[in-house]
């Protein structure tokens, strides 16, 4: 498996650390419903097909989100965290 | 006082001749992690202009008057040779790391061959041309390569590794070369 690293072009999935589901971008607000926090915690799809999920390219420090599919096991595509905004400067 | 004797992170090590490979240590002077603060890169981008430097884009080196501006990770270089002037410390974050690196020179032909065995990216000139670095593994270390040369590649792990690293570089260039 080979995962493209926004940064340093394509490279193997031994240099990645797996994060999770990109639901973890989506945090709720601190003052939100229980059920939006536990549906953050704990409420996941399990997609069979088309699936953005998070990895950690370790040797250069990014956090990216990676577009991929369970099926084919095709990448479709990488992004950087960082650049889709939203966290804190 | 006592008079200290200061020893290079690989020395006792290196120099090593592994068959057409030449295993050296190489002497990158001081090294200090360059990290653009939030809201000052135009302001690090012009104290960097001034000592004749450039921010490098991602994997790229940047040549300097006796020193370099290495790409090593988001939002990071390593400026190596010299230290950094007042403006660069005010625009970034900088850290003196010069003692918490070992650097290995590998040099002969073939040596694409050796870092094959421990490096899971393709270092052929092609793919890695002079000018290039990488962050990277070297076997089971966190590394950054250098490509110096068309025959030169120069390899930094964590000093606390220098030991291990001469190692595995060693074997892997044993077992290449063996196969002439």
New interface residues.
């Given amino acids: 498996m080979r995962i493209p690293c926004p940064?340093?072009?394509t490279?193997?999935r031994?240099?990645f650390y797996y994060y999770g589901a990109d639901d973890y971008l989506r945090r709720p607000a601190a003052d939100a419903a229980p059920a939006a926090w536990d549906a953050y915690l704990h409420l996941r799809d399990n997609p069979a097909g088309r699936l953005r999920d998070l990895w950690y390219h370790?040797?250069?420090?990014?956090w990216i989100a990676v577009d991929r599919d369970t099926v084919s096991h095709d990448i479709h595509g990488a992004v950087?965290v960082?650049d889709l905004g939203g966290g804190r400067? | 006082m006592a008079e200290l004797i200061a020893l290079s992170p690989l020395a006792g090590h290196l120099p090593l001749t592994v068959g057409q490979f030449m295993l050296t240590e190489a002497y990158l002077g001081p090294i200090h992690s360059v990290a653009p603060l939030p809201g000052r890169r135009a302001a690090l981008d012009a104290a960097l202009l001034a000592a004749g430097l450039v921010f490098p884009a991602p994997c790229e080196i940047r040549e300097g008057t006796g020193c370099r501006l290495v790409w090593a990770g988001r939002d990071l270089a390593f400026l190596m040779g010299v230290a950094p002037t007042e403006a660069v410390c005010a625009a970034a974050a900088v850290t003196d790391q010069t003692d918490g690196w070992a650097a290995l020179r590998l040099a002969g032909p073939g040596i694409a061959d050796v870092l094959a065995r421990l490096v899971p990216i393709d270092c052929r000139e092609g793919a890695l041309p002079p000018g290039r670095a990488a962050r990277t593994q070297i076997n089971h270390m966190p590394g950054l390569l250098l490509r110096e040369g068309a025959e030169a590649i120069v390899l930094m792990t964590f000093r606390s590794m220098a030991a291990t690293l001469v190692h595995e570089v060693a074997e892997a260039a044993r077992r290449v070369a063996a196969r002439d």
Avoid at chain 1, 58 to 62: A, I, L, N, Q, Y
């Fill in positions: 940064h340093c072009g490279r193997d031994r240099e370790e040797p250069c420090g990014s950087a960082a400067t």
